[in-house]
């Protein structure tokens, strides 16, 4: 089921409306379009209801017999061009040796100025109806065949593909069943959009006179209208030009409103859901506690979902605990919470940091990023921005130096601490390891000495040996440098290894010491060989 | 036990971004697979394993070196699917048409197969039995269901034409520990109900203890160490096994 937007269904009905229009208005007019029996230029009345034109045609059987005609063209020539760009595409897209033919091709017409050949073709064939949607269907399949063409070149690397190919499936199977419903959105707009066109392409041409003048259409209506002076000396105007452009104008529009895509996407709507009890218990906590990070009650919820369950902990200076638990457990929520990452209507309770309220009622937060913590996440590739310098962003984060050359010997003497040299400064993240990078991130959170570090799986996207030696790297950093570590993995062998603390999530919740050592032993069954 | 695969020195090459190198994707690989035994492969990435099982279910063409089925039930033109190594891969969002409903994806080789699509359907919900799955799931598509659920299906699917040889790359690298232990349960005992071999990829070496019979570690292509796991494990050879056990051990 398609749910359609406001401006789509506005543009179902107008179109729905000029469509009825086209099919019963002709035998609603006694009257044929061509007949010249009535007086010249007269006003709308009961046997003409809009009149008649200069010659005394009926001017409502023309726009009824012209919307025929208009909306053929429309239709005829969309089709053509549609099929041809999503045929040519997928072909394109998906097999190698058609690519370079039909590309070229297409890549040829998109450089030929096709308002010209249009031109050159209908004043050359006469622009008969025929003529014009076979030109406009042929030449205006090439844009919207390179846009379909790049999406199955993307498409078909996706294993599903690998797979079907595997099950000897033919190429006219998986192009049909596997990809054409990826692009059936794309040739909805392509259809609507060549309708559009071609319509306001049919109403130019006829107006400046090119195409058969014995066929009807909205585009002749009013090239006959403005061809001839006597239109405009009296009132007859009015209902020689306004019906046909009116009509012309509002089928644009109206396929322009059905072209419109909505945007789509659930989005979380946070809300506010704060109980008095919560705000009561806030005080107890005082600043000069000797815990770096302090997690009292807090809740986390996505509108009505609660994500994290009331949850409770302390992280002493110098301290390591790991929050364990499976994806979807919570674990990384609770991270970012402790961050300040989270919207603060979605989170309950008190987190300090360093002494700092992370979520204040009415003002800002006085934590500060990077200087009271540092957060590490999981992927360097995606913590650093690929179009500046390693360096750039180090100073950028920098908060406690102020001149250029006390960043800079900070930097280097933060990246001679995870055994990089200086040079790093000047490159830029694609051409570093991803350990090296991972190493740069380490020193990018140590660089302004921070009292808490939080790090999310900092090993999680890095092969075995190299994650070995940045894990330990970062745990012995943060020992020299006497941090509080907040470790979030599910590498449950490496946590028990350097933790004081292990919280294990389940479902948001924190489980009970008897249930945390019951999933401590079950774990340890299922990787006998790590467990030595 | 009698072989069932013969990978003799395969390599495969191919060109590299500068002119006139070349990059040894796989490099003289030679073991052979026996009949129903689960054979892990292990490597950290680029080590060619993946390229490895490309090659042998017939994705890409080997640059050299023969692969050998000794298996009698196979027609040697592969006229009919039904002993056709079947390959899981490792991302189960991109090994499924999120378009479709899992009762389709999981008949998917039956029908190209020549099923009928009734047939092939009334089968679907056994099929989903075999990895334990409910058949509440067959109407559902892929992003209604969980990680676990998705690649227990893609096994599934794997299932549907009987294969001899199952070969699972990186499946559980995107799962949890314990979803992972679930399904490394789930191919331990379809390897003794089916009774297919199982080419298992992966690069995480703690995973396999208890559940392959044999393993290779691959590095740049070749195999360095081959082995009954419990021996290769017990007792690594080359320094690089070495280097890998110590890097998930904690001491």
Known sequence: MMRLSWSQRIGVILVGLLVCLAIVGPMLSSQSPSSIEADRLLPPSASHWLGTNVIGQDIFSRLVHGARTTLFIGVMAAGISTVLSVALG??????????????SLANMLLVLPSLLLILIV????????????LTLGLLTWPGFMKLIRASILSLKEREFIKAA?????????????????????????KFILSFRDAIAMEASLSFIGIGDPNTVSWGRMLQDAFSRTQTFMTNAWLWMIVPPAAAILLITVALALLGESKSTGNRFTAKLRRKASHAAAVNVVGTEDASAVIVQDVQVMYGAKTIVQPISFTVKQGGITSLVGESGSGKTTMARAIYGLVPQQSVEGTIKINGHDVYMQDEPSTMQRWVDAAYIFQDPRNSFNPIMTIGRQFYEAMKLQTTMEDKRAAAVAALVEVQLGEHVLTQYPHQLSGGMLSRALIALALVNKPKVLIADEPTGAL?????????????????????????????????????????????????????????????????????? | MSVLLQVENVTKHYAGSVKGQTIRAVDGVTFELEHNEIFACIGESGSGKSTLAELIVGLQQPTSG????????????????????QLVFQNPDRSMNP????????????????????????????????????????????????????????????????PKLLIADEITSALDPSTEAEILQLLLSLKQSEGMSILYITHRLETISGFADRVAVMKNGAILEMGETDSVLADPQSAYTIELLRAVQYS
């Open chain 1, 90 to 103: 997928l072909l394109a897209g998906y097999s190698k040796r058609l690519d370079p033919i039909l590309n």
């Open chain 1, 122 to 133: 209908a004043s050359f064939t006469g622009g008969g109806n025929w003529q014009l949607i």
């Open chain 1, 165 to 189: 190919q595997l099950y000897q499936g033919k190429t006219g199977y998986i192009l049909s069943r596997h990809l054409l419903p990826f692009i059936g959105p794309l040739v909805r707009t």
């Open chain 1, 463 to 532: 092969d075995p040996i190299v994650k070995r030696e940045v894990f330990d790297l970062l745990v012995r950093k943060v020992k020299e440098h006497r941090m509080a570590l907040l470790l979030i993995t599910h590498d449950l062998p490496a946590a028990l290894h350097i933790s004081d603390e292990i919280i294990v999530l389940q479902e948001g919740r924190r489980l009970s010491n008897e249930q945390q050592e019951q999933y401590l032993r079950q774990s340890k069954q299922l990787y006998p060989h790590t467990a030595e």
């Open chain 2, 66 to 85: 023969t692969l050998t089925w000794l298996d009698d039930a196979r027609a040697p033109h592969m006229s009919k699917p039904t002993s056709q190594p």
């Open chain 2, 99 to 162: 378009y479709w409903r899992i009762r389709d994806i999981v008949t998917e080789p039956m029908r190209l197969g020549g099923c009928p699509k009734r047939q092939a359907y009334a089968e679907a919900e056994q099929l989903l039995a075999k990895v334990k799955l409910s058949a509440d799931l067959l109407g559902r598509y892929p992003h209604e269901c969980s990680g676990g659920q998705k690649q227990r299906i893609a096994i599934a699917r794997a299932l549907s034409v009987s």
